[in-house]
């Protein structure tokens, strides 16, 4: 079990370096895919199986997906990407730095806590989520949605073209001609 | 959860609106008699009766109440004052009116939260609303820019808070705050290292959120790119929610480590006045300006964070006080520039130039709320100063109520600069006499202004709820 922690969070790291470090972007994009695999195999580890499988459907394969199509559409290559000035990268790189250092030492102070675990091996299972997330958790579950629709209406409202005439422009007709002259 | 509920169904009420053409001005009626139904209910209901439901994911305690009503009373007011904004926009208004009432929402949570998903999930709602009205200007590219910083940095934040949610979830195995602020009280003097950590990650992301220097970067192209209504929100509303969160967690939560975090907020604090104050001197854009106010503002109520150890009721009593002070000052002042953009369609100094002469109402209410922001008294704003100072002079915090004062005093300087060009200053042409605001608007602003100067007046309306 150990190892293949350790090899799992090697492949994360290494991966999730690769996407950074890739110049070609689809090639980021599928080392992200491999990072998320990584991530899942962890998730199983910790006995969550049901949110490793959707971690899998959702991520590697939806988003990314969605992610592969943008980069697509934007055409994005070496010549596009900005440059940024060298004194931005050194002080990005000095914070990061300090960050990784205070992380370090904070988990470096931490290895001789025991690991508090539910021991039930049961626990990642869809009955037991559910259940969780029904009782305990219901309200935030339920407020999500608003989240969502929020998103929506900005999607909306955001990708759709402005009618000239607003919507008030009864006329059906009238519109659909509208939309075939923009198109 | 009466105003979660209810102010959910009136989102999606107007949103719907929108698709039978409903007129909007209904809608907005609506809109505003509902929010302040709810205002009235939860004011009414939940004071001095602790509710909490659904497992203890919110708390209505007498602190989420008075955040609640602040919130929703300004954005009561500020959809009233929304006429300007709306008459320049053809579509999808309803659409406006649900989004910000789904910020709305969230905000709720993130003053009344108990449990640390639910802050996650308020600030979360509160945010993506505000990213799309920032960005609701799609043909103008300052506001296009600005929408894509925020929404950037805006989920980078939320990358760190969730970070720092994971962190100290480890090292306490609950969200819950009551249960973190035990083991905190139980482990004082050796809470381990992963703990400290998250704290400082959930500091910077609530930093953030407020604006508060060093993370304040994103704050004077936003406010500037944004749809003024947007700006007004965001920098009065959205900042009420930000300073309750913010609160709650670090007041309530994280109180028995105060020892930890108070020479970071000392150290932020010291340097959101300063900064904020000093690099609104050489702004010509009164939304930039108003923008780096409102950073030196947010550094005034971190200073409040320090007072953890004095009598809680005053701290509270203090920061509450600051934020209605701020909130409705302004509010008024927006009010002023909206109504000047209407007809201007600028936002530089230059053009509140002889506003005074032309139009005298908009010119007292100009000058009303510039003296309360900038803490002159008898205005709301300079018992809210002083109340802070006070306090942290007592609290033993004397170098930095020194560089408060300082920059109060700098803050008199720019604040001033509008003043003088809208009093002293010869217009450049005529248009500033078209603006024609109506009796509604009229109304309501000196409602603010006798608000402003009766709060300055008899500060214990607000001061000593708590």
Known sequence: ??????????????????????????????????????????????????????????????????????????????????????????????????????????????????????????????????????????LPFEITSLLFLSAMIGAVMLAKKDTPEGPKSKDLKKEMLLEKEII | MVALISLSILGVFSMIAGLFNVNTKAVLTISIVTILGVLGFTAGFHWNNDYSRFYDMLNFDNYAVAFTC??????????????????????????????????????????????????????????????????????????????????????????????????IYGETGSFDLSTIQSYFQENATDSSPILLVGLFFLLAAMAFKVSAAPFHFWTPDVYQGSPT????????????AGFGAFFRLFYICFAPISEVWTTAIWVMAALTITIGSITAVFQNDIKRLLAYSSISHAGYMLISLLMVKNVESEAFGAIFYYVISYSISSIALFSVIMAVQKVKDSSSIDAFKGLAKA??????????????????????????????????????????????????????????????????????????????????????????????????????LVYSIF
């Open chain 2, 229 to 240: 209504f947007i700006t007004a929100f965001m920098s009065t509303v959205v900042k009420i």
């Open chain 2, 70 to 167: 602040a919130i929703l009373g300004s954005t009561a007011i500020l959809l009233l004052f929304s006429e300007h904004f709306f008459s320049n926009i053809k579509q999808y208004i309803t659409e406006y009116y649900s989004l910000i009432i789904f910020s709305v929402v969230g905000m709720i949570a993130m003053v009344a939260f108990d449990n640390l998903a639910m802050l996650f999930l308020g600030i979360e709602i509160m945010s993506v609303p505000l990213y799309i009205l920032v960005g609701s200007q799609k043909k103008n590219l300052l506001s296009n820019e600005s929408s894509l910083k925020y929404f950037l940095m805006g989920a980078f934040t939320t990358g760190i808070l969730l970070m720092g949610i994971t962190l």
């Open chain 1, 1 to 138: 079990m150990k190892e293949f922690f350790y090899f799992l969070s090697f492949l994360a790291v290494l991966t999730s370096l690769m996407v950074v470090v890739a110049k070609n972007p689809v090639h980021s994009v599928l080392y992200l895919i491999m990072t998320f695999f990584a991530i899942a195999g962890h998730y199983i580890l910790l006995n969550a199986q049901f949110l490793a499988v959707v971690h899998i459907i959702v991520y590697a394969g939806a988003i990314m997906v969605l992610f592969l199509f943008v980069i697509m559409f934007l055409n994005l290559n070496a010549e596009t990407e900005p440059q940024k000035p060298l004194i931005l990268k050194v002080a990005a790189g000095v914070a990061a730095g300090l960050l990784f250092l205070t992380l370090v030492a904070a988990f470096k102070g931490a290895e001789n806590q025991v690991a508090v675990t539910g021991g039930d091996s049961q626990i990642g299972l869809i009955k037991n989520l559910g259940k969780v997330l029904f009782n305990d958790f219901l």
């Open chain 2, 359 to 460: 139009n005298p109402l908009l010119g007292i209410i100009a000058a009303v709320s510039i003296a309360s922001l900038a803490g002159l008294p008898p205005t709301a704003g300079f018992l809210a100063k002083f109340y802070i100072l006070k306090s942290t002079v007592e609290s033993g915090y004397v170098w930095l109520a020194l560089i408060a004062v300082t920059n109060a005093i700098i803050g008199i300087f720019y604040y001033f600069k509008v003043l003088i060009a809208i009093y002293f200053k010869e217009a450049e042409d005529q248009s500033l006499s078209l603006i024609a605001s109506s009796l509604a608007y009229k109304i309501v602003a000196v409602l603010l202004v006798i608000g402003i100067l009766v709060l300055g007046i008899f500060p214990d």
